[in-house]
């Protein structure tokens, strides 16, 4: 490229040198020639006409004031204007040409030096004096034949033809550098068509291999599905993408990825036919256009076909690698009515063979829109889901295990959807995170929450805490204490009565300011759980530095405790920390009794679970209150231990 | 080449005007060194208005500077305004006739230099010019506002040794 643009600069310099100067030769050459022809040729040879001329006039009227005709004034004017005439070929451009002729100074010299002499003699010449007259006539004779020899000289001598010699010669080099004007012109411009298309070619054009760009594929793709479809042929799109690319850059450096992109683009570029295209669409991503298409099947073998090829051993600066790639190909217009669509489809393809594993291409799928279309639907209809109340809350008991009471209560967000029914609260609060209804949805969560507690004591249930899970974004971008200050005031509920459940993974986004969130939360009189504890990777310190009161610990430790054999030890250091920091300790997921006892020997005294019973609706945990306030308790493990099967109280 | 005029002469010039348009021609007392005929209507003697020296010189006088292909190095031309001097004849018409001394002729278009102050120079810096000189007087005006293309034409309308113009 350098030695290129080197060679180029030269080019375009010497292009521009010849330009300037065949202009300047063409300019200077014209210029001279003008001067030849108009005022050297004609002035020159006036000026020598005119001195012979008036040196004839003067010896003629010396010969009539001779003879007693002329006048003397006549005479002296003559004299003055042949003076004149010697004066006008010594200074002046216009006559240097003829005064620089050989023997024209002398001549000038001689015939001033004459006119001096004779000058007193002629300014006192009288009429009829034919002695003088002819005197000085006689003197002019010799000069007669000279300026006439001159004169003729100067029309046609030597320097007159060498004169038009070199006008034919300055026409001849004007020729030449019109010529040279004409070439370099046409150069330049034959340059500048070429600078234009090759800067027209590198935006359309990937630098590293050479391929068309995504640029470049946007107005081909929109051109080829329009080809496809008058010709009623298929188009295939298969997107490339290789894996673990940013290893091979990370280990052997970002040369040898380099190196790497331009032999699969060599590879790519290899297997395809006459009328498909490859392109590099950023990073480690490929993208193949196969056009013509008549069967998809064809579409499908090229796609094993280019996997195979990039799959094959490659050489990066001496290192034997074994690359491989993931493709997914979509068929225009089988897969969708839009070259865009189909785009996106073999985009998602390609996502779906990388993640499952030992597959190397996939054709797309309609389910694997499904996965999306889901997403924007229930993200379309939340909104309004939010609005219209459709959203409840269901709640889950948390059981003191000795005596089997109630001593708080989790809501649990469902969502019944019309067409997908019921959706889990994971997808709805993932969903609200993405489309930016994180704040809504937890104010309307937070809100319901306090009404029904509000509702409790107004009925005159017993009341016990109740919990809310809050979202990653809500804790993080929006001012959860003022939302919660507002809801507390509005529905008049008593802060210390709510529970704030935070995931660890949640407090640990944002390390510094975690311990202030939470300390504002404290303040306002709420309760904090750290939710699905020992799951994240929460250090002591950072532990130690926020305000919480509970620690959930994660369903899957208790799981754990199902395996045999039973190695209660991570269960018994979570408690342990629980207990050195003073936090109370409740454990999810409780499925069996044993689960209970073998949590109670380790000193967990709470927990929540399936064998307690499951999330509820707001009119079964009233009835479970109401029970408890009756004296029953919801879980007797006296019972259990007794022999009978797990108890739930329907 | 460069002209240069003199910006209080072009004053002094717009006063006399017609001062000098409305006097009656005063005859010459010397010398004659032009002679005016043609389509005028002031003259001093029968269909002529003839000047000697001492009446141009009566008028507004006059510099340009510059260089002709005749002389060597920058003149210093000083002389009559060629329009004043055709208006004080009261001359009517645009096409002007030089004759020289030694019956040199230059036909001049004077629509063609109405921008332009042409100048019947009658000293070539700060002397009279004889007729040995090219004098006593000399057609000048600034080449420089004119095209190479011009510019021979001009200058072959430049007459030197001037002796009579005829207004046609």
């Known amino acids: ?650 | 080449m460069r002209a240069s005029l003199n910006v209080f002469f072009v004053f002094a010039a717009l006063l006399l005007t017609p001062l000098a348009w409305s006097a009656p021609l005063a005859a010459p007392e010397q010398a004659v060194v032009l002679s005016v005929s043609g389509n005028i209507t002031e003259t001093n003697v029968p269909n002529r208005a003839d000047f000697d020296l001492a009446m141009l010189e009566s008028f507004p006088q006059y510099d340009l500077e510059m260089e002709t292909p005749w002389t060597d190095g920058v003149q210093r031309f000083q002389g009559v305004a060629l329009n004043e001097l055709l208006l004080a004849v009261g001359a009517q018409g645009s096409t002007l006739r030089a004759m020289a001394l030694n019956d040199y002729q230059a036909t001049i278009n004077l629509d063609e230099l109405r921008d332009v102050q042409v100048l019947l120079a009658v000293k070539l810096n700060g002397r009279h010019m004889r007729v040995r000189d090219k004098g006593p007087l000399w057609i000048v005006y600034p080449t420089d506002s004119f095209s190479a293309a011009d510019l021979p034409r001009h200058q072959s309308n430049m007459v030197w040794q001037l002796r009579s113009l005829e207004i046609r």
Request: hydrophobic share 40%; proline share 3%; with cysteine.
């Open chain 1, 1 to 650: 490229m350098p030695g290129y643009r080197v060679l180029r600069t030269v080019t375009l310099l010497c292009v521009v040198v010849v330009f300037a100067a065949s202009t300047l030769v063409s300019y200077r050459r014209h210029v001279e020639t003008s001067q030849l022809l108009t005022v050297t040729q004609k002035g020159g040879g006036w000026a020598s006409s005119e001195l012979e001329f008036e040196l004839l006039r003067f010896m003629h009227i010396l010969e009539s004031v001779g003879l007693g005709r002329g006048a003397p004034d006549e005479l002296v004017l003559r004299f003055d204007l042949l003076w004149s005439r010697i004066d006008v070929l010594r200074e002046g451009a216009e006559t240097s040409e003829v005064r620089e002729m050989a023997g024209a100074q002398l001549l000038l010299d001689e015939l001033q030096a004459m006119l001096r002499r004779i000058e007193p003699r002629v300014l006192s010449l009288t009429q009829g004096d034919t002695a003088t007259a002819d005197q000085l006539v006689d003197s002019l004779i010799p000069f007669e034949k000279r300026v006439r020899a001159f004169n003729v000289a100067s029309f046609n001598g030597p320097d007159a033809q060498n004169r038009i010699r070199r006008v034919f010669e300055l026409n001849r080099l004007v020729s030449i550098s019109i010529v040279g004007l004409v070439l370099s012109g046409t150069l330049l411009i034959l340059m500048l068509i070429r600078e234009s298309s090759r800067s027209r070619h590198q935006s359309l054009h990937d630098e590293l291999t050479g391929l068309p760009n995504r640029k470049f594929i946007n107005q081909h793709l929109t051109a080829a599905a329009k080809a496809a479809s008058r010709a009623g042929s298929l188009l295939g799109v298969h997107v490339i993408d290789l894996n673990n690319f940013k290893e091979i850059n990370d280990t052997l450096g970002h040369n040898c990825g380099d190196q790497m992109l331009q032999q699969v683009a060599a590879r790519l570029s290899g297997c395809i036919g006459p009328h498909d295209t490859v392109a590099r669409l950023g990073g480690d991503e490929f993208l193949v256009i196969q056009e013509r298409v008549k069967h998809a099947d064809s579409c499908t073998r090229l796609s094993r076909l280019l996997c195979e090829q990039i799959g094959h051993e490659m050489l990066l600066d001496g290192t034997r690698i074994y690359p491989s790639a993931s493709l997914g190909v979509s068929i225009y217009p089988v897969d969708a009515d839009s070259v865009a669509q189909v785009q996106i489809n073999a985009d998602l393809a390609m996502y779906r063979a990388k993640r499952d594993s030992g597959v190397s291409y996939r054709r797309f799928e309609p389910e694997m829109n499904e996965v999306i279309q889901r997403a924007n639907t229930l993200a379309r209809e939340l909104k309004e889901a939010i609005q219209d109340n459709q959203l409840v809350l269901h709640y889950q008991p948390v059981v003191e295990f000795e005596s089997g009471r109630i001593v708080s209560i989790e809501a649990l967000l469902r969502w019944h959807h019309p067409r997908y029914g019921y959706v889990s609260p994971v997808e709805v609060v993932t969903i609200a995170e993405q489309y930016g209804l994180a704040l809504e949805l937890n104010e309307w969560v937070i809100r319901q929450v306090c009404l029904q507690y509000r509702h409790w004591v107004a009925e005159g249930v017993e009341t016990v805490c109740v919990a809310v899970n809050i979202s990653p974004s809500m804790y993080a971008l929006h001012d959860l204490e003022a939302s919660l200050t507002q809801i507390l005031e509005d529905t008049a509920m008593s802060a210390e009565h709510l529970i704030i459940e935070v995931t660890e993974d949640t407090t640990m986004r944002d390390i510094e300011s975690s311990p202030d969130t939470l300390h504002k939360l404290k303040a306002l009189g709420v309760q904090i759980a750290l939710d699905d504890f020992g799951t994240g990777y929460s250090s002591l310190n950072h532990l130690k530095r926020l305000p919480v009161d509970k620690l959930k610990i994660d369903r899957s430790f208790i799981q754990d405790l199902n395996i045999s054999p039973k190695d209660p030890r991570i269960i018994r250091s979570i408690i342990g920390l629980a207990e050195s920091l003073d936090l109370q300790i409740i454990a999810e997921g409780i499925e069996f009794v044993q689960n209970v006892d073998d949590l109670v020997a380790e000193g967990c005294l709470l927990g929540q679970g399936f064998l307690f019973s499951k999330a509820v609706d707001s009119a079964r945990i009233t009835e479970m209150l109401r029970s408890q306030q009756q004296g029953i308790p919801l879980f007797q493990a006296a019972e259990i231990r007794a022999g009978m099967a797990i108890v739930q109280r329907a």
